[in-house]
C-alpha cells in the first residue's frame, strides 16, 4: 500500500510525467491535460490524471532530491502498475555551449549519492542510463520542434548547495548539467522492469552565473513539457 500518494489502482496511468515542483504538476495538468483529475494531495506533492491526445496520461510531482523522487517511483510501479517514468525538471548547465531554455536529455545519470553503493556494495560502480527508446523519440520530438537540444550524461547532486564540487572537472568529462533526481529514477526504473528518461530545462548557466527566475521555472518552460508529453503517448 502506498504511503505517500492517496490513489486507488486505475487512477494513475502507465506513464507518469514527474516534475519536482508540485505547482509545475498543477500547471502541466491544468495547461495540457483534457478531464484532469486530482488523485493526490498528500504532503502537497500533487498528482494528476487526464488525457493528451486522447491518451491516459498522469502527472505527479516528486518533490526535490534523490530521497523524495525515490520514495514516488518507487511507490508509482509498485503499487500503481506504472511503466514510463519521465522527469520533466530543471537543470544547471555545464556543458560547453549549452545555454538557458535549451533542453537536456539524459542518457546517462553520474551521481555523488551514496544510493549505488548502498544498493549493490563497495565492489559496484553502476551506470544508471535511461530507457533508450524513450530518449531517441524524445530527441527526434524536439528536433522536429526546432527545439536545441543535448543528449548526454548528467550529474544527479545529493546536495544543492556544495562548495566543494568540481564543475570545470566534470565539464572537462562531458557532464552537461547537474540537477538532483535522474540517477535514482533510473536505478528504481531498471530495478523495476520499468522505462524511464529526464527531459530537463537549463534554468540556469552554473559557470556563468546566468539564471531564471522561480516563476519561469514554474511555468515557462513549455518546450520540455510538450517534448515530454509527446514522449509519454509514442510508443
Known amino acids: ?33 483534457e478531464d484532469p483529475v486530482l488523485y493526490n494531495t498528500v504532503r502537497n506533492c500533487y498528482g494528476y490524471t487526464g488525457t493528451y491526445k486522447g491518451k491516459k496520461v498522469s502527472v505527479q510531482a516528486s518533490g526535490m532530491g ?30 560547453k555551449n549549452v545555454k538557458v531554455r535549451d533542453v537536456i536529455i539524459a542518457n546517462s545519470a553520474s551521481t555523488d549519492s551514496s544510493m549505488i553503493y548502498n544498493i549493490l556494495g563497495r565492489s559496484m560502480y553502476y551506470a544508471p542510463t535511461a530507457d533508450f527508446k ?12 526546432g527545439v536545441t537540444t543535448h543528449v548526454g550524461n548528467i550529474l544527479s547532486a545529493d546536495r544543492f548547495y556544495n562548495d566543494e564540487i568540481d564543475n ?3 565539464r572537462d568529462y562531458g557532464v552537461l548539467g547537474i540537477e538532483m533526481e535522474a540517477a535514482a529514477l533510473y536505478t528504481i526504473a531498471a530495478k523495476n522492469n520499468a522505462q ?36 509519454a503517448i509514442k510508443d
Open 168 to 170: 570545470e572537472k566534470l
Open 134 to 145: 524513450m530518449v531517441h523519440n524524445a530527441y527526434q520530438i524536439a528536433q522536429d520542434m
Open 196 to 231: 524511464a528518461v529526464a527531459i530537463c530545462t537549463v534554468s540556469d548557466e552554473i559557470l556563468n552565473n546566468v539564471a531564471t527566475s522561480a516563476k519561469e521555472r514554474e511555468q515557462s518552460f513549455k518546450d520540455m513539457m510538450l517534448i515530454s508529453l509527446e514522449t
Open 1 to 33: 500500500m502506498s504511503t505517500h500518494i492517496d490513489a486507488k489502482m486505475g487512477d494513475i496511468a502507465e506513464v507518469v510525467l514527474m516534475p519536482g515542483d508540485p505547482l509545475r504538476a498543477k500547471f502541466i495538468a491544468e495547461n495540457f491535460l
Open 66 to 95: 534523490i530521497p523524495s523522487i525515490s520514495i514516488y517511483a518507487t511507490e508509482l510501479v509498485k503499487f500503481f502498475g506504472v511503466k514510463k517514468l519521465i522527469r520533466v525538471g530543471t537543470i544547471g548547465a555545464i556543458g
